[in-house]
């Protein structure tokens, strides 16, 4: 799967506030849009701490927009870019959102389990801007910084199974001498 570069928050309102008088649609899929009727249910800022396999702490801020499609509503075109801007206005009123925070789309339906999708890129054709979605993808941070997962450079050992150790033979040094160190005892 190829990697797709996130966009900020900044970028996606900027993008919005160039085309106000368009029609906004998301497409999940490959020839795919959400519903026209669909409605922005909330704006959500998740700032996001965490600590990777190799020990480092990472921290970023993920503004999440949740898009709804009630299942009686049906309309012949999708909600403007102007209607979208002014629920970010509400949002913002009371949330200021992080310029910086990753942009993701939460999105579902019937044929299409919910998940948070990241902007694509945008496309402007006639009287629609169209926000084109693709799938977040794991990785591992450690690795994508050219480190490890604390085992090893190589990161070899990232998943692999853990190695059994052999077992050191204790000895007894609290015992009387007489006991340890006779010939054949293995003590010396």
């Known amino acids: 799967m190829k990697k797709t570069e996130a966009i900020n928050w900044k970028t996606f309102k900027d993008t919005l506030l160039k085309h106000p008088e368009l ?4 497409q999940y899929a490959e020839g795919k849009l959400v519903d026209t009727g669909y409605h922005i249910t909330e704006i959500k800022q998740a700032p996001i701490t965490s600590v990777d396999c190799g020990g480092v702490m990472n921290n ?3 503004i999440i927009v949740q898009l709804w499609v009630p299942e009686t509503s ?3 075109r999708s909600m403007t870019v102007s209607k979208a801007l002014s629920i970010v206005h509400i949002v913002e009123k009371m949330l200021p959102l992080e310029a910086d925070g990753i942009v993701k789309i939460e999105f579902g339906n019937s044929e ?3 998940r948070q999708m990241l902007p694509n890129g945008f496309i402007t054709k006639g009287n629609s801007l169209t926000v084109d979605l693709c799938p977040d993808a794991v990785q ?7 480190g490890s997962c604390g085992t090893d ?4 050992t990232c998943c692999a199974p853990v190695v059994e150790k052999p077992k050191a033979q204790l000895v007894n040094l609290a ?3 007489e006991a340890c160190c006779t010939p054949g005892r293995g003590c010396c």
């Open 140 to 146: 591992c941070k450690a690795q994508a910084r050219g």
């Open 23 to 26: 029609d906004l649609q998301f």
């Open 153 to 156: 450079n190589e990161a070899t």
């Open 60 to 62: 970023w801020t993920e």
């Open 175 to 177: 015992a009387p001498a």
């Open 74 to 76: 049906r309309q012949e």
């Open 112 to 114: 299409f389990d919910t």
